[in-house]
């Protein structure tokens, strides 16, 4: 199994940036995916996840309103897109893969800063 995340970068706050997290290897029909993140000195926190079948997404109080997961099933893909970016969404993202009951699978992440 591999989650390839992609689409980070330097974005100016008030700017917009879309993570892309490819997966390969198995079905994940039935996953749930999920996009973290982990500034420096902080510890990782869940940002955003959807479940793969139903759609159904969850975000973090903090992004919600200016983040939007989704997912293309042709292309086995899921999708982050940041809007309205604040100095406070620098992190390394991470997207990761939970089958069942724990996050099984993860990407090697991907840089996010946001300057002022």
């Known amino acids: 199994v591999q989650l390839q995340a992609s689409g980070g970068g330097l974005v100016q706050a008030g700017g917009s940036l879309r993570l892309s997290c490819a997966a390969s290897?198995?079905?994940?029909?039935?996953?749930?995916m999920g996009w973290f993140r982990q500034a420096p000195g902080k510890e990782r926190e869940s940002v955003a996840s959807?479940?793969?079948?139903?759609?159904?997404?969850y975000y973090a109080d903090s992004v919600k309103g200016r983040f939007t997961i989704s997912r293309d099933n042709g292309k086995n893909t899921v999708y982050l897109q940041m809007n309205s970016l604040k100095p406070e969404d620098t992190a390394v993202y991470y997207c990761?893969?939970?089958?069942?009951?724990?996050?099984?699978?993860w990407g090697q992440g991907t840089q996010v800063t946001v300057s002022s």
């Open positions: 290897g198995r079905t994940f029909s039935g996953s749930r």
């Open positions: 959807i479940w793969w079948s139903s759609g159904i997404t």
């Open positions: 990761a893969a939970n089958m069942g009951a724990a996050w099984d699978y």
